[in-house]
């Protein structure tokens, strides 16, 4: 099948090149920085954004595509970083992880620390996991933050790699010119929705990145048989380079496609484009580990023998068990796993009573509502509808090769869903769904291949299949204003402690993220404990406390933030 860069998908085309090369970019040059004995700097991330739109006007004078869509993808990528701090700087974090070590390990970059050189002691919060895992997430983000001096910035890394997927994902569906550009857009949106991603949009949450960087791969590879040259291995690259970062199971997954798009390519007698990919992944993987990668994975080799550490290796810690919903314990991982699709969407880590029921495929209680949103939910992460989308999705597919001659078209795609099946299968504790994001593509592929191949045939399934989609992302929506009111009612604490004109008096939990938001606002506080004392109110989503300053204590509350508390 032919695609094309046309006027409406190569400025598409390009931003998302633009946008995801110059997170790359800030990965390899803190990292260089960190090797010359530096530290993260505000400089760091503007002077990566130009040093990705010079490389890319070089590749595009070279491979003839026209400024103007260039000049056009530079501005639109300009419009998208700022654009995305602002969203970023009106919602809070208020994430258990994020709170705990995410927006801790951000801090502590952006404040000097180099993670190449030295670790950080004990005594910082779950220091464990600060120094050991990934930080291809962290990094670029705490770039962002030293830039912005507001920790909030550093989820617009989120919002960027999000609208670059979009941008890729849209340019590829507009470039087959086979489907209406109404279906490219809700394709579009609805593959990048994918609801780990979505979910985790707001937080400093790790997997809807690797969920990003995964689809980002599939569209790479598209676009690479397509014959778009030097632009797209760049891309690969970059999207190699942040993956194997992001967090352990990035490196398995990036592994895992590499591996399947060169056996494709081999296959299919594309020897040139082989060679091109197999080096451009080689070279770039020796980059993520070796460079980008010098902690964690040299660091943790050298110090604890295994690049996996703390999950794995003689002295590994188990962070599963305590996850582990209730029932899960004796279950083998196919039967984890398919308990988990089929099962009402919960988070059972709060009731270890209650057991894990299989559900109706396309049933839903107010359990299902309540726990689509969450940024970890335990069972049935994708949503609700997921399961009973799955087995449309088989219909569809069973009716697509029962046509004569469609195997031959769609089997390509079924290597792509095979390829993800395998990436699945192959994690041991694959019932999590932030843990195999990629499960997401399994439905919209068969979907896609039924537009391609069968456009005006199984209407009536086709249109179910969408529905069912839409509704499932949209009940992962329900989380953006429920965070609005958690950001009221984190405004409204933050308004009342100023106002007091006093030193606050406060006993930080296991979330001591909360201290950045003091700092930020110019509130003094001083540290105590404060178990058993009265007029004590907790931060927010948060198990850290203070002493309400009496001057304060009657501060006046809107009738919004007294009905959004009954939701804390």
Same mark, same amino acid.
């Given at each position: 099948m032919k695609i094309t860069l046309q006027d409406n998908n190569s400025v598409l085309f390009l931003t998302g090149n633009i946008l995801i090369t110059s997170i790359a970019m800030v990965l390899l040059l803190v990292s260089v920085c960190f090797f010359a004995g530096g530290n993260v700097a505000a400089w760091q991330f503007p002077t990566a954004f130009v040093l990705t739109a010079g490389m890319y006007f070089l590749i595009c004078k070279k491979q003839l595509i026209d400024n103007r869509s260039l000049i056009k993808a530079i501005l639109i990528s300009i419009a998208v970083i700022i654009i995305s701090i602002i969203a970023a700087l009106s919602l809070y974090d208020v994430t258990y992880d994020g709170q705990s070590y995410h927006q801790e390990g951000i801090y502590q970059l952006k404040n000097g620390w180099n993670s190449f050189r030295v670790l950080l002691p004990k005594s910082v919060n779950?220091?464990?996991?600060?120094?050991?895992?990934?930080?291809?997430?962290e990094i670029p983000q705490s770039t962002l933050y030293?830039?912005?001096?507001?920790?909030?910035?550093?989820?617009?890394?989120?919002?960027?790699?999000?609208?670059?997927?979009?941008?890729?994902?849209?340019?590829?569906?507009?470039?087959?010119?086979k489907i209406t550009p109404f279906k490219c857009i809700l394709s579009a949106l609805?593959?990048?929705?994918?609801?780990?991603?979505?979910n985790q949009l707001i937080s400093t949450y790790v997997d809807g990145q690797l969920a990003l960087m995964i689809q980002s791969f599939f569209i790479t590879a598209i676009w690479l048989i397509a014959g778009s040259g030097y632009t797209s291995l760049l891309l690969l690259a970059s999207v190699i380079v942040i993956g194997a970062n992001v967090k352990f199971t990035g490196v398995v997954y990036i592994v895992i496609f590499s591996i399947s798009f060169l056996a494709w390519l081999l296959f299919n007698k594309k020897i040139e484009l082989f060679k091109n990919v197999?080096?451009?992944?080689?070279?770039?993987?020796?980059?993520?580990?070796?460079?980008?990668?010098?902690?964690p994975y040299v660091v943790n080799m050298v110090k604890f023998s295994h690049p996996f550490y703390p999950l794995m290796?003689?002295?590994?810690?188990? /962070? *599963?068990?305590?996850?582990?919903?209730?029932?899960?314990?004796? !279950?083998?991982?196919?039967? @984890? #796993? &398919?308990?988990? $699709?089929f099962a009402h969407t919960?988070?059972?880590?709060?009731?270890?009573?209650?057991?894990?029921?299989?559900?109706?495929?396309?049933?839903?209680?107010?359990?299902?509502i309540l726990n689509a949103s969450k940024v970890d939910t335990r069972i049935a992460g994708f949503g609700p509808f997921f399961s009973g989308i799955l087995l449309l999705s088989a219909v569809l597919l069973c009716l697509l090769l029962a046509q004569p001659g469609k195997f031959i078209l769609i089997k390509n795609m079924l290597y792509l869903a095979a390829a993800i099946v395998v990436a699945v299968l192959i994690m041991p504790e694959s019932w999590w769904a932030r843990y195999i994001p990629q499960t997401w593509y399994l439905p919209? /592929? *068969?979907?896609?291949?039924?537009?391609?191949?069968?456009?005006? !045939?199984?209407?009536?399934? @086709? #249109? &179910?299949?969408? $529905?069912?989609l839409i509704v499932n992302v949209s009940l992962c929506l329900i989380g953006f204003g429920w965070n609005m009111m958690m950001t009221a009612l984190v405004n409204h604490q933050i308004t009342k402690l100023k106002a007091s004109h006093q030193i606050i008096t406060v006993q930080f939990g296991d979330l001591k993220a909360n201290r950045f938001r003091l700092e930020e606002n110019h509130i003094p506080y001083q540290e105590r404990n404060l178990d058993g004392l009265p007029d004590v109110e907790n931060f927010i989503r948060s198990d850290s406390k203070f002493i309400i300053p009496a001057n304060v204590a009657s501060f006046p509350e809107s009738k919004f933030l007294k009905w959004a508390e009954q939701f804390k």
């Amino acid at each position: 099948m032919k695609i094309t860069l046309q006027d409406n998908n190569s400025v598409l085309f390009l931003t998302g090149n633009i946008l995801i090369t110059s997170i790359a970019m800030v990965l390899l040059l803190v990292s260089v920085c960190f090797f010359a004995g530096g530290n993260v700097a505000a400089w760091q991330f503007p002077t990566a954004f130009v040093l990705t739109a010079g490389m890319y006007f070089l590749i595009c004078k070279k491979q003839l595509i026209d400024n103007r869509s260039l000049i056009k993808a530079i501005l639109i990528s300009i419009a998208v970083i700022i654009i995305s701090i602002i969203a970023a700087l009106s919602l809070y974090d208020v994430t258990y992880d994020g709170q705990s070590y995410h927006q801790e390990g951000i801090y502590q970059l952006k404040n000097g620390w180099n993670s190449f050189r030295v670790l950080l002691p004990k005594s910082v919060n779950m220091a464990i996991y600060i120094n050991h895992y990934g930080k291809g997430v962290e990094i670029p983000q705490s770039t962002l933050y030293a830039l912005t001096h507001q920790i909030e910035s550093a989820k617009a890394t989120n919002f960027i790699l999000f609208s670059a997927v979009f941008c890729l994902t849209l340019s590829l569906l507009l470039g087959l010119n086979k489907i209406t550009p109404f279906k490219c857009i809700l394709s579009a949106l609805l593959a990048t929705c994918n609801p780990i991603i979505i979910n985790q949009l707001i937080s400093t949450y790790v997997d809807g990145q690797l969920a990003l960087m995964i689809q980002s791969f599939f569209i790479t590879a598209i676009w690479l048989i397509a014959g778009s040259g030097y632009t797209s291995l760049l891309l690969l690259a970059s999207v190699i380079v942040i993956g194997a970062n992001v967090k352990f199971t990035g490196v398995v997954y990036i592994v895992i496609f590499s591996i399947s798009f060169l056996a494709w390519l081999l296959f299919n007698k594309k020897i040139e484009l082989f060679k091109n990919v197999l080096y451009t992944s080689l070279f770039s993987g020796v980059v993520a580990i070796l460079l980008a990668g010098y902690n964690p994975y040299v660091v943790n080799m050298v110090k604890f023998s295994h690049p996996f550490y703390p999950l794995m290796g003689k002295q590994k810690v188990d /962070i *599963v068990g305590y996850n582990l919903p209730n029932g899960f314990e004796q !279950k083998n991982g196919m039967n @984890k #796993l &398919f308990t988990s $699709l089929f099962a009402h969407t919960d988070n059972q880590i709060s009731n270890k009573q209650k057991t894990v029921d299989l559900k109706l495929p396309f049933a839903i209680n107010k359990t299902d509502i309540l726990n689509a949103s969450k940024v970890d939910t335990r069972i049935a992460g994708f949503g609700p509808f997921f399961s009973g989308i799955l087995l449309l999705s088989a219909v569809l597919l069973c009716l697509l090769l029962a046509q004569p001659g469609k195997f031959i078209l769609i089997k390509n795609m079924l290597y792509l869903a095979a390829a993800i099946v395998v990436a699945v299968l192959i994690m041991p504790e694959s019932w999590w769904a932030r843990y195999i994001p990629q499960t997401w593509y399994l439905p919209i /592929i *068969v979907i896609l291949a039924a537009e391609l191949y069968a456009a005006n !045939k199984f209407q009536v399934l @086709k #249109l &179910f299949l969408y $529905l069912f989609l839409i509704v499932n992302v949209s009940l992962c929506l329900i989380g953006f204003g429920w965070n609005m009111m958690m950001t009221a009612l984190v405004n409204h604490q933050i308004t009342k402690l100023k106002a007091s004109h006093q030193i606050i008096t406060v006993q930080f939990g296991d979330l001591k993220a909360n201290r950045f938001r003091l700092e930020e606002n110019h509130i003094p506080y001083q540290e105590r404990n404060l178990d058993g004392l009265p007029d004590v109110e907790n931060f927010i989503r948060s198990d850290s406390k203070f002493i309400i300053p009496a001057n304060v204590a009657s501060f006046p509350e809107s009738k919004f933030l007294k009905w959004a508390e009954q939701f804390k």
